[in-house]
């Protein structure tokens, strides 16, 4: 078979492994990819959101299956377009993106339809923003409704900056027409966990759950980042919390999509608060989370391609979707000042020392080829990870890993997965 890859990041290296292991893959290309991606796969400079091309390529190449790894296009409705030309392809359409695309569509809907999550109120206009905030009590969450690179959320403690924060949102509009509308929501307190799960539209199967650091600085300190690396399975998911999300989260976030006209297939990321009155829906995403397939994708011992197919064809319910009982933890080498400012283009060297390394992986987030050298090119740089037979060996080996590899402003948090004393930390 021949496979087409859409996205350039972490997650899609890890999702190209993932069908570079299967038996039933031939080539791999991926648009447009990046320097370690190269490594698998044959990339071709097409933008994610350059549908018409992507589909021409599909066409041309013969392509038999498509993976959309990102937000951006999913959202934008590319699978509609490659049904449209009668081409087979993973991820939801358009209309049931939704559930990542619009805050205000998922929050209605889980009211709707009963799935636990934060009390919330949706607001277009700023005067009946700034008016609700009066009466409300802090703290208080503000959300643009649409897609924002995961900074559209703003944790206001007074009302000062809540009203600070519709006016950034709103009137300053920093993150475009995301901010048209928002939901402000009430603040919640717990440990959170990601868990990802394979749809198809009626069958819902859940992958090994995952936690991230998505703070800048050990400590969980410092500013919000895409993610400074995670560890799989997260201890937090016991089967307590396992058993309460089956029954009123997962399956009902599936139907209720049904039950709308939007059946979904494809992955659902569940963002989950694990707050004292039980777990909690922070939010959906409609794609693999990164770096959480980095963590998770490693572990799964199904042929990949087979559970892409099943979705795609509606027989996930055949598919006994096993995972390795191990550990992982991806640590990400960022360059340091991310996420505000950050040089790239700086030689990395070392890559060569995960070669023929089974239980070792370097994913590339931000990296490429420049006159023979592969260099930095993004803030998040590279995922370095590995897998354990406890989250400390794990840990520990992923650690070591990190020091095969160099750039100029190589920056890692040094507590993934635990500091040692506090391993859960
Ligand atoms: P989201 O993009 O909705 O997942 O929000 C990004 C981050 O903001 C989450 O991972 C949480 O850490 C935090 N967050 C979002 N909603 C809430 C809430 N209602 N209460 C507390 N923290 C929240
Ligand atoms: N790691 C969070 C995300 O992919 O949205």
């Not at 058993?243 to 049904?258: H, N, S």
């Amino acid at each position: 078979m021949k496979i087409l890859i859409v996205g350039s990041g972490g997650r899609e290296h890890a999702i190209a492994y993932a069908c570079s292991k299967s038996p039933r893959v031939d080539k791999i290309y991926c648009a447009p990819g990046n320097a370690g991606i190269a490594e698998l796969a044959e990339c071709v400079p097409i933008g994610a959101m350059e549908f018409d091309k992507l589909v021409g390529f599909a066409k041309e190449n013969k392509i038999d299956l498509t993976v959309i790894g990102m937000d951006d296009p999913l959202v934008g409705g590319v699978v509609d377009a490659f049904e449209a030309e009668g081409l087979r392809v993973f991820g939801p359409r358009k209309n049931a993106a939704i559930l990542e695309g619009s805050k205000a569509f998922s929050k209605d809907l889980m009211r709707k339809y009963n799935i636990p999550t934060a009390a919330y109120e949706t607001f277009d206009s700023s005067e009946a923003a700034l008016e609700y905030l009066e009466r409300a009590d802090y703290p208080i969450v503000l959300k643009a409704d649409g897609l924002a690179l995961g900074k559209g959320v703003l944790i206001c403690d007074t009302k000062e900056q809540a009203k600070e924060g519709v006016k950034t949102l709103m009137l300053d509009k920093q993150f475009g027409d995301a901010g048209n509308t928002i939901v402000i929501e009430e603040f919640m307190t717990g440990r959170e966990v990601s868990v990802l799960s394979f749809v198809d539209g009626d069958t819902i199967k859940i992958m090994s759950s995952a936690q991230d650091h998505k703070r800048a600085m050990d400590g969980d300190k410092g500013l919000n980042t895409g993610g400074m690396g995670n560890f799989s399975p997260s201890p937090y998911y016991t089967p307590e919390v396992d058993e309460f999300c089956r029954k009123y989260i997962y399956q009902a976030t599936v139907d209720a999509m049904k039950a709308e006209g939007r059946p979904f297939k494809g992955v659902i990321f569940f963002g989950l608060m694990l707050t004292e009155k039980g777990p909690r829906v922070l939010e959906y995403n409609a794609r693999f989370g990164d770096p959480e397939a980095q963590v998770v994708l490693p572990r799964l011992e199904n042929d990949i391609i087979d559970v892409f197919e099943a979705c795609i064809d509606g027989n996930l319910d055949k598919v006994d979707l096993r995972f390795e009982d191990n550990f992982c933890v991806c640590v990400v080498l960022a360059s340091e000042g991310y996420p505000v400012a950050y040089e790239k283009g700086k030689p990395i060297t070392g890559l060569e020392n995960f070669k023929g390394r089974e239980d070792y992986f370097c994913f590339h987030a931000g990296t490429k080829q420049s006159g023979g050298a592969i260099v930095t090119n993004g803030g998040r740089v590279l995922g370095v990870t590995a897998k354990g037979s406890s989250l400390s060996e794990a840990r520990a080996k992923a650690y070591e890993a990190t020091e095969w590899v160099d750039f100029e402003n190589k920056y890692m948090r040094h507590d993934i997965g635990g500091n040692g004393e506090n391993p859960l930390a």
